[in-house]
């Protein structure tokens, strides 16, 4: 990581993020496979968002339906659930970035109505829609790779011939597509998506190769916090990771990724500016 290379632009709610920014994940959702439902309920999703701003977030990210498989999660429920927190958000921390996690079109544009400055689509870009209501609204977009599936689908045998090669032509196709639409190109971040679409040794090797991302010039989001790569890697159960998620987050910060979606937001800014100083 060079400290004198030039960053590529990255702009949300007006802001300029800088070296690195970190993303606290509020999961509204009964089922999450991390905090079991700890912030399903509004109050409980705003005090988490208080605490991780308190804790240095700079973007906090709303989900409402849990990334794998389970209950299914309709768009009426799915907009129930993040539009509320949302509004409440965006009155309660004006300057904070307001990130939604979702796939799905519909809600993208009541969300961004609601306050919402990126739509978080981790499963690939299903629904090709959401990237037309980025333009109409002025709000990011992040393209990410899942390897095909549908959204809430586990992989199986998941094969790849050049994993790395496969996410970067999928995901700069899509932040190419998302310009072509109409959204800012210094709005419109990647991500690797490990685990999506991807076994063990696919999300090692994105981690090990994260600078030909970088490279490309897009800035990166990384989301590997307490993942079953890292459990699987270290044979730790999904509340042991913390320490291994640290880790990936400073050999991904070391190559040049912008953006960490974690579960510790005050954590994850120490490790990460520890790293940023070292270099």
Known sequence: ???????????????????????AVVNRT????????????????????????????????IGGVKAGPGEDVGVTEE???????VAAVRERHPDVVISVDTWRAEVGAAVAAAGAHL???????PDPELAAVAAEYGTGLVCAHAGGLAPRTR????????????VLAHVTAEAERAVACGVRRDAVLIDPAHDFGKNTRHSLEITRRLGELTATGWPVLVAVSNKDFIGETLDRPVGERGAGTMAVLGVSVWLGARVFRVHDAAAARRALAAVAALA
Do not use: E, K
């Open 1 to 23: 990581m060079s400290t004198s290379a030039p960053l590529p632009p990255l702009r949300l709610n007006g802001r300029d993020l800088g070296r690195f920014a970190v993303m």
């Open 79 to 85: 907009l129930r659930r993040v539009v509320d927190v």
């Open 155 to 166: 992989p199986h045998r998941a094969a790849y011939t050049d994993v790395v090669s496969d």
């Open 119 to 125: 739509l978080n689509d981790t499963w690939g870009g």
């Open 30 to 61: 009964p089922d999450s496979f991390f905090d079991r439902g700890a912030t399903y309920g509004f109050d409980a999703a705003l005090a988490a968002v208080d605490a991780a701003v308190a804790g240095g977030a700079d973007i906090v990210d």
